[in-house]
């Protein structure tokens, strides 16, 4: 009993002491080999607890070479960028100058609706309004918003601040959002006119579109030109 008492104190600061090498970071911030490695220190560090008769230096033997393999990799990946790359991943950017690159997102397997949502999580209510957005290596999403729409703020003037409009997505890659336009209390053929009146004549072409409370209609085709049409007010009846 004494033995496996002793044997889980010994493991569970070898796990620590690992865990605080790689830096005081969340599951969801490490790069790919670290999640690799702090996943094979956990379990080779288990076996002697799981199996008594193996030897508690199976265990610290293990956790030990992993965690010199650590260093190994992050002093090589300091030096060599090519190495780094093999190991790393490496910020990849999802909106370019306010538009959104859909290969991109296609590549990394990130939905529209994904980064709709951590746009969003940043405090801003349409992509139209930024200007870039980072993907960076941790997983985190870098928000850029369009300058015009930072500076000078309602406070610099001594303002009320007024109600945000929100933005609804009406298209998803080439799909409508029937649901949102319902929300809008807009139809169909409404919206069908204020994209021909731009020169989009064809749902499928339409990658990303939005509409906003004061009825202004966002549009990013499939082929990245980004066009801006409108509704007249009466239409659009939010709630």
Excluded: W
Aim: proline share 4%; with cysteine.
């Amino acid at each position: 009993m004494f033995n496996i008492i002793l044997k889980t104190i010994i493991i569970y600061f070898t796990i620590v002491f690992a865990m605080r090498i790689m830096g005081k970071r969340q599951i969801a911030q490490l790069q790919p080999y670290e999640l690799v490695l702090a996943l094979l220190i956990a379990e080779v560090t288990a076996k002697p607890m799981d199996t008594p008769g193996t030897p508690l230096s199976y265990g610290l033997v293990s956790a030990i070479t992993l965690i010199l393999l650590y260093f190994l990799i992050a002093r090589i990946s300091i030096k060599s960028e090519v190495f780094k790359k093999i190991f790393s991943s490496k910020p990849n950017i999802l909106v370019n100058k306010g538009v959104i690159l859909r290969k991109e997102l296609t590549r990394l397997d990130y939905t529209l609706s994904d980064l709709i949502e951590q746009i969003r999580a940043k405090g801003y209510y349409d992509i139209c309004d930024i200007d870039y957005a980072i993907l960076e290596t941790n997983g985190e999403l870098s928000v850029f918003p369009i300058t015009a729409k930072t500076a000078p703020t309602i406070s610099d003037f001594n303002l009320k601040p007024a109600h945000t409009n929100l933005a609804y997505s009406i298209i998803m890659d080439g799909k409508l959002q029937n649901e949102n336009i319902k929300m809008c209390g807009v139809t169909k053929e409404s919206i069908l006119n204020s994209f021909e009146r731009v020169g989009v004549r064809e749902i499928s072409h339409v990658f990303y579109a939005s509409i906003h409370d004061n009825n202004k209609i966002f549009i990013q085709q499939k082929n990245g030109t980004i066009k801006h049409s409108s509704l007249p007010k009466t239409e659009v009846k939010n709630g």
